[in-house]
């Protein structure tokens, strides 16, 4: 009879540091990073937000060729998310490789403690306009069902059609480390 209650003991112990230590794993799993260093910079931000100003206000027709760097992006997106106070994305990093972008950051301000997330998504030529579809996503080693990444890529769609950029877009290329988008002013 000694034996049952040890065995009780010993479950409800295993029980305890499961709970207690299995958050840790799912909270922060493996994330794909860059393959390369990126560093944010104001700078490489100021550039890139220069050259989206320049080829979007030329004149009707007038045909632009505009690429864009890891470390541009990553420090426009970094730049833009520290104006806003409560950024509910911290330390982001943004890189082209393989065809897709890839995105890493912690999620701050949203669930009760921070976690680690990742991206990936592609992006197409749907009727002149750039479409983004994210392929996978998770906030630590928890996955994001696929309803919800369809979701958040048709609201991301939806915001890009809503700033009405007046361009038409022929051509989209994701490369190692930078991607270039080619079209002309409507």
């Known amino acids: 009879m000694q034996k049952r209650p040890k065995l ?3 479950f409800v112990a295993v029980m305890f540091l499961t709970l207690a230590c299995g958050p840790c794993r799912v909270l922060s799993a493996d994330l794909p990073t860059p393959p390369r ?22 004149a009707p027709g007038q045909p632009f060729i505009m690429s864009m760097t890891d ?4 420090s426009l997106v970094a730049t833009k998310l520290a104006e ?7 330390d982001p990093q943004i890189w082209f490789t393989k065809g897709k972008i890839y995105g890493t ?8 403690i921070e976690t680690k997330f990742f991206v990936v998504a592609s992006a197409r030529i749907e009727d002149g306009q750039v479409k983004v579809d ?7 080693a928890l996955p994001i069902p696929r309803r919800m990444l369809d979701t958040i890529s048709q609201s991301i769609n939806e915001t890009m059609n809503d700033l009405q950029l007046d361009v038409t877009v ?9 991607a270039i988008i080619k079209g002309s002013r409507e």
Do not use: F, H, M, W
């Open 84 to 90: 806003y106070g409560d950024s509910p994305v911290a």
């Open 134 to 140: 994210i392929e996978e996503s998770s906030a630590g």
């Open 71 to 74: 470390a541009e992006v990553t």
């Open 105 to 112: 950051g912690r999620l701050v301000n949203v669930l009760p």
């Open 8 to 10: 009780i003991y010993l």
């Open 170 to 178: 022929s051509a989209l290329e994701i490369l190692e480390g930078e």
């Open 37 to 58: 260093a990126i560093a944010v910079s104001t700078d490489s931000a100021a550039q890139l937000e220069s050259r989206i100003q320049q080829n979007l206000g030329g």
